[in-house]
Nanobody, 129 residues
Framework: QVNLVESGGGSVPPGGSMRLSCEYS????????LGWFRQHPGKALEGVAAIGSSGRTSHSDSVEGRFTISKDTAANTVFLQMDMLSPEDTGMYFCATWWPSLGLKAYKLYVPNGHVGFWGQGTQVTVSS
């Protein structure tokens, strides 16, 4: 079965940096998409960034220029480097994968709105002074 395990969360002051990791296994296809999502307390799930098996990436407008998604295929791990963090970035961060037919940009609305695909348990990120 598909397995996704996030790590790297914690607490950081505003302006700081943090790197999240998601170790994945048993993806259903060699053609895949992996993404990071977050949920602020009391708010809907939000797509943050996504990466395909080809290496193609996409970042949401709210994190463009501050966050970077990448992957280490040999280690079966996808990363989210987060810089210039602000309190608005506080939330639970999830890693997920979905069916290739949905495409890369599905992370923006379709995947989080329908909670489709396979999801990890999440890791908490707190940005506070």
């Amino acid at each position: 079965q598909v397995n996704l395990v996030e790590s790297g969360g914690g607490s950081v002051p505003p302006g700081g940096s943090m790197r999240l990791s998601c170790e994945y296994s048993n993806l259903p296809s060699s053609d895949y998409y992996l993404g990071w999502f977050r949920q602020h307390p009391g708010k809907a799930l939000e797509g943050v960034a996504a990466i395909g098996s080809s290496g193609r990436t996409s970042h949401s407008d709210s994190v463009e220029g501050r966050f970077t998604i990448s992957k280490d295929t040999a280690a079966n791990t996808v990363f989210l480097q987060m810089d210039m963090l602000s309190p608005e970035d506080t939330g639970m961060y999830f890693c997920a994968t979905w069916w290739p037919s949905l495409g890369l940009k599905a992370y923006k609305l379709y995947v989080p709105n329908g909670h489709v695909g396979f999801w990890g348990q999440g890791t908490q990120v707190t940005v506070s002074s």
